[in-house]
């Protein structure tokens, strides 16, 4: 396949992508415009947003045990983008929380963060996401370096722990949810904790080249002093002085650039 149409197919699955997480904002909004929330609106959208904030965190962290595994490469692709949708889901569930449910009462919101054990772990993981959102650009990778960057995104793990836990403590009926996502997000970590030890004990195992600083590969006899490494060119002499100076030296002159008088 040329490089065209590869870019296509990434910008047509891009596309597909977008629209797919965008689909659970149009059926909610369908449903509060024909009434199909129920007798309490307020905390079905509550419960809602909740919900497709963890499902959308969930699927964030399947693209690369399914690369390493399955030898998929496209799911790499919107990871970035999942990622992005999981952060703005969180923020309007949040947002709705505080506009919508308390009327931006701050009394009433520090007293159910200190009281509610399940609101303290939501912002937690609402805060650790805002990090993650703010670099995942190409720009902050470069400006970060690879490295930190990649330590710094491993805080996703810990929001997706926090993530089950609130749920977990946040519903009262449908206690079945929350355990779905509790081993789907296990199965994941472990399949990447599996993973990278698979690596590293084949990274262990392949045979370390040989390095010879100070010997030939050969004869075991000691470099001489003019070469460097093997296949490199040899040092030669300083460069001699030219025999005759600038000053007006001529065909007879001596080693200094003098003149040899007569």
């Known amino acids: 396949m040329t490089r065209a149409g590869i870019h296509i197919r990434l910008r047509l699955l891009k596309a597909l992508t977008f629209a797919a997480c965008c689909l659970p904002l149009a059926k909610l909004a369908w449903d509060a415009f024909t009434g199909g929330l129920g007798a309490n609106p307020i905390e079905a959208v509550l419960n809602r947003l909740g919900f497709w904030t963890l499902t959308l965190l969930t699927l964030s962290l399947a693209p690369t045990p399914a690369h390493d595994l399955l030898g998929l490469a496209w799911p790499v ?52 996401l805002v990090p993650l959102a703010v670099t995942s650009t190409d720009r902050w990778v470069r400006r970060l370096g690879y490295a930190r960057w990649k330590r710094l995104h491993r805080l996703v793990y810990a929001v997706a722990a926090l993530g089950v836990v609130h749920f977990v403590w946040r519903v009262k009926a449908d206690a079945l949810r929350p355990y779905v996502f509790a081993t789907i997000l296990a199965a994941l970590l472990g399949a990447r904790a599996a993973a990278r030890v698979r690596a590293e004990v ?35 002499p300083p460069r001699a002085r030219a025999r005759g100076s600038r000053r007006g030296a001529g065909r007879r002159a001596g080693p200094s650039g003098t003149p040899i008088r007569p």
């Open 77 to 128: 692709r919107v990871r970035r983008m999942l990622g992005l949708f999981t952060f703005a889901y969180a923020t309007l569930h949040l947002c709705w929380y505080v506009g919508v449910d308390q009327f931006f009462d701050l009394h009433v919101l520090a007293k159910d963060v200190l009281k509610r054990k399940f609101m303290a772990v939501g912002f937690v993981a609402w805060l650790l």
């Open 202 to 236: 084949s990274r262990a195992g392949a045979p370390r080249p040989r390095s010879s600083p100070d010997r030939t590969a050969s004869g075991g006899m000691p470099r001489r002093p003019g070469w460097r490494r093997r296949g490199c060119r040899r040092r030669g």
